[in-house]
């Protein structure tokens, strides 16, 4: 059983750098050929993929949010970290970490929510 848990502060401020931590357990993220994604979803809006990192580090990024997002990892504590930079109202959303082995997401985090707010 993989399972992924979401972390990171609920509350930032506009303009400030938003990270957020998925520690994975059951399953190494640098295991081939899995992928790992943030997607997050705005209330009353679907889903909304951000990024993904590949077992070898590789990483993949929504054309709308490259500019602002970056996926990083800790492979000894096998985790994956979202920075998201620049965050403003809009950003205010509940954010989840999936495994993808392929064109589909397997296992999800519960999700955390993130409230943007000065």
């Known amino acids: 059983q993989v399972l992924l848990q979401e972390s990171g502060p609920g509350l930032v401020k506009p303009s400030q750098t938003l990270s957020l931590t998925c520690t994975v357990s059951g399953g190494s993220i640098t295991t081939a050929y899995y992928s790992w994604s943030w997607i997050r979803q705005v209330p009353g809006k679907g889903l909304e993929w951000m990024g993904t990192?590949?077992?070898?580090?590789?990483?993949n990024y929504s054309p709308s949010l490259k500019s602002r997002t970056s996926i990083s990892r800790d492979t000894s504590k096998n985790q994956f970290i979202l920075h998201l930079s620049s965050v403003t109202l809009e950003d205010t959303a509940r954010y989840y970490c999936?495994?993808?082995?392929?064109?589909?997401?397997?296992?999800w985090g519960q999700g955390t929510q993130v409230t943007v707010s000065s």
């Open positions: 990192v590949a077992y070898s580090g590789i990483t």
């Open positions: 999936a495994r993808r082995p392929g064109f589909m997401y397997d296992y």
